[in-house]
């Protein structure tokens, strides 16, 4: 859980030392106060959400962790996650669960689907960004810019997208298809 | 680059029966410690999934802390 937050966060660039997992029993009242005086101090450090250098700025952050929330909850993520976590226990081998064997299979196994589908919310989130600013289109250029993703993983996304009816354009200009959601389509058919 | 005044907010997940209890005993025993931190008392550790601390850090926590 832990390791994949922390790969997540590098991809959304996002300072992973933000997060931490420590353990304190019940009788250890005074290691809690260490561990917590601690872990305030780092932050302290660290400062404000987006300020640190290699952070992306807070408004791009938010926009990021917003899809990477959606991401999270797509069937697609959470199998990968759940296959994971079987494929450990049923070496029925506790010798498995070393740091570097759970990052090398977070990393194998569910970041290249969870980027992908970070990705294409963050692409729709930008798009209605765009449209709520009262920019008609986006180019690939400019989700380029925005999401951080490599020309040909966005052109395969965008086509993709396109195929399901979600956005339409072309390379010069995408924008978030009428009705956008769902729900209105439902309702037409009615 | 330490902030003057900057306080920051952290989000706490502690578990019912470990670290929430040590910081029950930490209080009692009137142990100092800083005040930033914001609890939510789970159950156990492992009912936190990924998607709470993405929450919390959409929510605008400048850290997140997972105490079990």
Known sequence: MAETCRQVFNVIGLNANRMALEWAS?????????????????????????????????????????????????????????????????????????????????ADRILPTFRQELLSHDVLLCLAEAKDQGKKTCSSGELMDLTGASSEELDKLL????????IEGEAAGWSLKEPACAGHADRKGE | MTQEGFNPHILGFFCHWCCYAAA???GVARYQYPPNVRVIRVMCTGRIDFRFILEGFRCGADGVFTGG
Do not use: M
């Not at chain 1, 990021?64 to 929330?69: C, T, W, Y």
């Open chain 1, 26 to 106: 019940a009788a250890e009242g005074p290691r809690f106060v260490e561990l917590i005086t601690k872990y305030v101090a780092r932050i302290r450090e660290l400062g404000p959400l987006g300020s640190l250098e290699g952070e992306a700025p807070k408004e791009v952050l938010e926009r990021r962790l917003e899809a990477a929330l959606k991401a999270a909850e797509t069937p697609k993520v959470r199998t990968a996650y759940g296959n994971v976590a079987k494929k450990l226990h049923e070496t029925r081998d506790f010798a498995v669960y070393t740091p570097e064997r759970i990052s090398q299979e977070v």
């Open chain 1, 159 to 166: 086509s993709a997208l396109a195929k399901k009816g979600v």
């Open chain 2, 24 to 26: 029950d005993a930490a």
